[in-house]
């Protein structure tokens, strides 16, 4: 297992918004420090308050911003690339799926979060915090900064419309799954997925119905049609009707 996938990493709230802002202006060409000012005004207002940890929230928030989509692990960088120009050629609500697939490349904690869920959801149709934490503290060890670090990640979710609280608090259902259907599109989800796996070399199905990407539905595609739409997918034919999917060296 890579050392990504054994760090937690994520411990901030992070908003859809604030990282459509960084990838739109990575995508202007502005430099670091440029991207970090603006940041620093405009996310000032939500993190306003004289507790100095608060405060030092900002910079932390900023830095995993970065990290996202200007200062990607090495290994990550032409999956960024792929998705900068998918996110030129995106509009709408589709944009959500890149934004989703990077951090969850770069953060594989936030896929363990969203598998754990996608799961529970697919079991009983809501999920409590309670039952996610106990999850994730299975996975990753029994400790208070594995479970506070998830609810962080519940938030998010919340944030980005994935999940919605019920009426009862602390208890959520499932927004309608987006619809993803652009080949281009789903190659690329297929090929961020792969990152954020112990293994690179999965089943097709298991991938497309990953209860990870429980936001979306992702339309049926085949494995050379994938490869076909990715340079950097091939896959292996295994037995009459599996095919896995992996990366290219």
Known sequence: MSERL???????????????????????????????SILQDELAGAFRSANKDVRGSLDKTIT???????HPPKDLK??????????????????????????????????????????????????????IQRRIREQYG??????????????????????????????????????????????????AALYTRESRSVPLIELMDSPALFPFQITSVRAESLVAASPKLDFLRHGLDEDLMMLKN
């Open 78 to 131: 032409s999956l960024r690339d792929e998705g900068m120009e998918l996110l030129k050629q995106t509009s709408g609500p589709e944009s959500k799926v890149i934004h989703w697939g990077m951090v969850s490349a770069v953060y594989p904690f936030w896929s363990s979060v969203a598998a754990q869920i996608g799961r529970l959801l697919k079991l009983q149709g809501t999920v409590t915090s309670v039952q």
């Open 142 to 191: 029994e400790r208070e900064t594995v479970s506070r670090r998830a609810r962080y990640i519940i938030r998010s979710f919340l944030d980005w419309g994935a999940l919605q609280e019920t009426e009862i608090k602390g208890i959520y259902r499932a927004q309608k799954a987006l619809l993803i259907d652009d080949i281009r599109l789903i190659a690329w989800l297929i090929e």
């Open 6 to 36: 054994k760090q937690i990493g994520l411990d901030r709230l992070v908003r859809l918004a604030w990282l459509e802002k960084v990838s739109m202006l990575v995508m202007a060409a502005n430099d670091a420090k440029t991207i970090k």
């Open 64 to 70: 995993i911003l970065l990290k996202v989509w200007l």
